[in-house]
T-cell receptor, first 113, second 114 residues
């Protein structure tokens, strides 16, 4: 069965600092991987996705993620944090044979002024 | 295209009452999903429709839960005899049927059972 593990339930960075949110996946077939962002009392918004094309994926709001098969990882990065990046971030996995997407427990990002 | 719409946004109900939530997906999306999210957790899959057919249900979906998608358009999720443990955010999402596309989520319905 497919699953994702997000390392660190809470990450705190200073404004302008590098953001790194970690995600490791488990899948018996080549996965599709996603990062979503959730603001308080809102649904989830797709940040970026990996679907077996380029391993370095660029998303909205300056975020990017790199698919590393050897490490079964799909970490999310942003070179310079902005106050508006404070939110909950979820990594998710699906594949061509599944009927649902599985989410990690989430990482809450706090950005300090 | 107004995105995925969920109603109501918030629902407070007394234990033992029945509640029904509605989801209107993006019109051209043939797949519709329901997820449940509790505080501090990621969304958990509940059930999935392709057009009007309910193709998969999670073990989380007890007999008190039922979902429908008549005519393959909007969907409803009903919870009968609500319990305090049902308090959560219920999220609806839709997609075009290609898992690689990702899902478009609604803003959710927050249920509080008192």
């Amino acid at each position: 069965a497919q699953s994702v593990t997000q390392l660190g339930s809470h990450v705190s960075v200073s404004e302008g600092a590098l953001v790194l949110l970690r995600c490791n996946y488990s899948s018996s077939v080549p996965p599709y991987l996603f990062w979503y962002v959730q603001y308080p009392n809102q649904g989830l918004q797709l940040l970026l996705k990996y679907t077996s094309a380029a391993t370095l994926v660029k998303g909205i709001n300056g975020f990017e993620a790199e698919f590393k098969k050897s490490e079964t990882s799909f970490h999310l990065t942003k070179p310079s944090a902005h106050m508006s990046d404070a939110a909950e971030y979820f990594c998710a996995v699906s594949d061509p044979y599944s009927n649902d997407m599985r989410f990690g427990a989430g990482t809450r990002l706090t950005v300090k002024p | 295209d107004t995105g995925v719409s969920q109603n109501p946004r918030h629902k407070i109900t007394k234990r033992g009452q029945n509640v029904t939530f509605r989801c209107d997906p993006i019109s051209e999306h043939n797949r519709l999903y329901w997820y449940r999210q509790t505080l501090g957790q990621g969304p958990e899959f509940l059930t999935y429709f392709q057009n009007e057919a309910q193709l998969e249900k999670s073990r989380l979906l007890s007999d008190r839960f039922s979902a429908e998608r008549p005519k393959g358009s909007f969907s409803t999720l009903e919870i009968q005899r609500t319990e305090q443990g049902d308090s959560a955010m219920y999220l609806c999402a839709s997609s075009l049927g290609w898992e690689r596309a990702g899902y478009t989520f609604g803003s959710g319905t927050r249920l509080t059972v008192v």
